[in-house]
């Protein structure tokens, strides 16, 4: 039986997806839950967030990296050759808590996803072509198995391309944090049509190889709603502006995502597909970054001090709720 691999994926960049994935990978493992973050974005962002300078450079630039399953691209670079998908050698974070690194080399992977695409609809020999479409699945449900993961936790870059196409086709659930701007929204009617022709073109490719010599995911990529992010809460006019395109957003999302148009009047009270409301806790960020750590455990020795340890106390309420909130819509509460 596979783990469940839940992705955060968005069309637009800085709205702070990343920081979204590596606190909720923290909480969650407070929580006693074993999760396994995957990053699949070739920018490395979660990557880099993780771990330390001296960290990065003897995982992107060591020579005895080159052969072995130290990032999620030395895991998949034989596929381009005449190999096959290494084992990952994960980081371990915490206890319960592991990294699939990401590399910037991942980019490169793209053109080989590309060709295989088309090729997994012939009538020739489907191994290949599905063995690298589906590299990046395989390479999660290793990692997972060897730390009998709960689940998998995935970070993607912003855009449509063929690396995405492969994360998402190892999808079960999808999140999608927004920002309440024109730029998110726009991206969100581009998402859920994306998300549904893949989901489509994924079936297809299953049923031209009806008996797979080996395990496929299935492609689910089940929306489960979107969390807002960098909340407002001040009475100003950022405020307005914010609200303004924050009220769109469940509208937009019924109609584009889930395939249910719903008129602007027709709203309920609440919406349930928004996950959670995030505040933004600018004054924390920094901190955070320098003492690597997520901001709902910063200590006064990081400076978190005063009205800082009450923004402290106030993050991990609002995350601790944001993770309840995601095991519950994924059913792996």
């Known amino acids: 039986m596979s783990t469940p691999v839940v992705t955060f994926f968005n069309n ?7 920081s979204l994935v590596f606190h909720l990978s923290w909480m969650l493992s407070q929580m006693g839950k074993v999760v396994v973050a995957v990053d ?48 990952p050698v994960t980081r371990q974070i915490a206890p319960g808590l592991h990294l699939v690194p990401g590399d910037l080399a991942l980019a490169g992977f793209e053109d080989t996803l590309s060709r295989e695409w088309p090729d997994a609809m012939g009538s020739g020999n489907l191994y290949r072509p599905f063995r690298v479409l ?14 009998q993961a709960d689940l998998v936790l995935v970070d993607v870059g912003p855009n449509l391309g063929a690396i ?25 009617r581009n998402l859920g049509p994306t998300l ?13 190889w009806p008996n797979p010599q080996f395990e496929l995911p299935g492609g689910l990529m089940q929306p489960r709603g979107y969390v807002l992010m960098q909340h407002m809460e001040r009475l100003s006019r950022p405020m307005k502006a914010y609200k303004r395109w924050a009220d769109r957003i469940p509208a937009v999302y019924s109609d584009s995502v889930l ?53 402290v106390r106030d993050a991990w309420s609002d995350f601790k709720a944001l993770a309840v909130a995601v095991l519950e819509r994924t059913q792996l509460a």
Not at 265 to 274: E, I, K, T, V
């Open 259 to 311: 395939g249910h148009p719903m008129a602007p009047d027709s709203l309920p009270a609440r919406d349930h597909d928004c996950v959670a409301r995030l505040k933004h806790y600018r004054s924390l960020v920094p901190m955070a970054q320098e003492a690597r750590k997520p901001i709902f455990m910063l200590s006064t020795a990081d400076g978190a001090i005063g009205n800082h340890a009450m923004a």
């Open 196 to 208: 549904e022709r893949w989901r489509s073109d994924w079936r297809k490719r299953l049923d031209n």
């Open 40 to 87: 699949l974005d070739p920018q490395a962002n979660l990557t880099s967030a993780f771990l330390d300078d001296e960290e990065l450079e003897a995982l992107w630039l060591g020579d005895a990296q080159s052969a072995s399953g130290s990032t999620i691209f030395q895991c998949v670079k034989p596929l381009t050759e005449v190999g096959d998908i290494r084992d």
């Open 12 to 18: 637009k960049g800085g709205v702070g997806k990343t």
């Open 164 to 188: 995405n196409r492969s994360a998402l086709i190892a999808t079960d659930h999808v999140f999608f944090p927004l920002a309440a701007d024109l730029y998110s929204l726009q991206g969100l």
């Open 134 to 147: 589906a590299a990046f699945w395989e390479v999660a449900q290793r990692a997972a198995k060897a730390h």
